[in-house]
């Protein structure tokens, strides 16, 4: 079984669309989770980032975490065609001697058509 | 501009022969690692390092090495590359921050061994 599990997609939404893409984890180390957008052909960009459990909000996207059920979320309202991109969940444990380490879901292609 | 550089971007090669990827970060962080990305597994961390001279296995090592003579450059090294190595590849760097979740990454390197 894998640390994070990722539904691969791919999810085609209309435009102004609300967006949801999940991931679940097994880890009960990891305290940091992340989401990275990656357009095609380019290496992944950081999108939200959130400590612990709780709600975070940017613009349009919504970030949640739920550890007690191990289950990541990531919320994008009025998608726009600009949203079109592939979206890996990232999961960070603390390494021996600091520094960490991130654990990747497979990414979860999106498509927002006109 | 901040930035993490890879180089090449593409590259055929074949069976056994020798290659290196340069990686290159400006941002004076400690933290740098290689992941490969492949359909339906995600990104998987190759090697990492903490800081000069200082260099760990990840996930998937085998076949690869790396060095780390300097802060900004992080070459990965395919002393004989074989097929199954055929992948996307990226360089990320971060700040050696505890639990700092930032990583910065590359455009890629696809690599293709025939």
């Known amino acids: 079984q894998k640390e994070v599990e990722q539904d691969p997609g791919p999810l085609s939404v209309p435009e102004g669309a609300i967006v949801s893409l999940n991931c679940t984890y097994s880890?009960?180390?990891?305290?940091?989770f992340m989401w990275y957008r990656q357009y095609s052909r380019k290496g992944p960009e950081l999108l939200m980032y959130?400590?612990?459990?709780g709600n975070k909000e940017d613009g349009r996207f919504t970030a949640q975490v739920d550890k007690s059920s191990k289950y990541i979320s990531l919320f994008i309202r009025d998608s726009q065609p600009s949203d079109s991109a592939t979206y890996l969940c990232?999961?960070?444990?603390?390494?021996?001697?600091?520094?960490?380490?991130?654990?990747f879901g497979t990414g979860t292609q999106l498509k927002v058509e006109l | 501009e901040a930035q993490v550089t890879q180089n090449p971007r593409y590259l055929i090669t074949v069976t056994g022969k020798k290659l290196t990827v340069t990686c290159s970060q400006n941002?004076?962080?400690?933290?740098m690692s290689w992941y490969r990305q492949d359909p339906g597994l995600g990104l998987r961390q190759i090697y990492y390092?903490?800081?000069?001279?200082?260099?760990d296995k990840g996930d998937v090592p085998e076949g690869y090495k790396v060095s780390r003579k300097e802060k900004r450059n992080f070459p990965l090294i395919l002393e004989s590359p074989s097929p199954n190595q055929t992948s996307l590849y990226f360089c990320?760097?971060?700040?050696?921050?505890?639990?700092?979740?930032?990583?910065?990454f590359g455009q890629g390197t696809r690599l293709t061994v025939v």
């Open positions: 880890n009960s180390a990891f305290q940091y």
């Open positions: 990232a999961m960070s444990g603390v390494l021996t001697g600091g520094g960490n380490k991130l654990t």
């Open positions: 959130t400590y612990s459990s």
């Open positions: 941002m004076n962080h400690e933290y």
């Open positions: 990320a760097s971060s700040p050696r921050l505890r639990g700092n979740t930032e990583a910065f």
């Open positions: 390092s903490m800081n000069v001279e200082v260099t």
